[in-house]
Nanobody, 123 residues
Framework: VQLQASGGGLVQAGDSLRLSCTVSGGTFSSYALGWFRQAPGLEREFVARISWLGPTYYADSVKGRFTISRDNAKSTVYLQMNSLKYEDTAVYYC??????????????????WGQGTLVTVSS
């Protein structure tokens, strides 16, 4: 299973950005998919998740600003980020898991990871 994230870049505070992550291998519709991020010097943290049935979950820090969605026909998961803040600056990683787990908001709850895409928000 391979995940390829893209869409990062340099934006100003208040701008929007959409990240994409294409998954190859396995059965995409059976994956729960997540986005995590890691800022310099900090641990990787949960951002959002969408299950194979569609329910979504968000970190409190991004709730109301970020939206996760999936397109099973394109084997792609998206993260729409609006009203970006300086503190959203990080490398963003997509992740996938095809087993049932209660650890949906921690790194250990996912088995497959993309390479990361850098989002830089200038203040």
């Amino acid at each position: 299973v391979q995940l390829q994230a893209s869409g990062g870049g340099l934006v100003q505070a208040g701008d929007s950005l959409r990240l994409s992550c294409t998954v190859s291998g396995g059965t995409f519709s059976s994956y729960a998919l997540g986005w995590f991020r890691q800022a310099p010097g900090l641990e990787r943290e949960f951002v959002a998740r969408i299950s194979w049935l569609g329910p979504t979950y968000y970190a409190d820090s991004v709730k109301g600003r970020f939206t996760i969605s999936r397109d099973n026909a394109k084997s792609t998961v998206y993260l729409q980020m609006n009203s970006l803040k300086y503190e959203d600056t990080a490398v963003y990683y997509c992740a996938a898991v095809d087993r049932i787990t209660m650890n949906w908001n921690v790194v250990g709850g996912y088995d497959y990871w993309g390479q990361g895409t850098l989002v830089t928000v200038s203040s």
